[in-house]
């Protein structure tokens, strides 16, 4: 799956070549030039694996929209942006939570380079996300995050959302999922869980292609996009 990249440039030319050129290196690259942008989607849903932050930016400095990040995101790796002759206090940004600076214009292989660094170094941090489609699933924090929103799971809904994903791909009857997660199997069960399956439909309304199809007399297909 592509890694998804964060990135916050108010330079229009600069943020475009960099977000086409990351691109071509195939990352996923959601691009924004207004920092309260970002504010706003840290509420709503964080899809994103490693962010790059320009330093001096308007209305919002790097440093700012740092904090504000790792308050809600602990474990997200960052990168930041300086001018060549930016006078920068490095420790302040290795303070918030930085992992890495670099100067631009940059040379295009040492930008990748370190993002291939930074994200091998907090490997494990990012396998507790796990893709779903359009979604990622954070489990830890019993979180369904999605650009349009974000949603809280319950232990019961995150347990069955990752019973489910283990069968992907797959047809999986009621019983063993009753067996599994509710430990019996009576007509009051079974409309337990019909009732799990229809609000975990409505969670990935967003991405059609995430299906969950009932099979009359037998359970359910699973289809969950990972790539």
Known sequence: MKTKI???EDDPDFGMILKQYLELEDFEVTWFQNPEDIVSLLKSGFPFQIGILDIMMPNMDGFSLAKLILK?????????LTAKNQKIDRLTGLKIGADDYIAKPCDPEELILRIKNILKRTLTAVET?????DYILNPEKLLLLHLKGNVRLTIREKDLLLFLLKHNGQMIKRDDILANLWETNDYFTGRS???FISRIRKYFRYDTKIKIQSVRGIGFE??????
């Open 6 to 8: 964060l990135l916050a």
């Open 72 to 80: 809600e995101n602990p474990n997200f790796p960052l990168l930041f």
């Open 129 to 133: 996300r796990v893709k779903l489609g």
């Open 193 to 195: 869980l019909d009732v």
């Open 222 to 227: 699973i289809d969950f996009p990972t790539e």
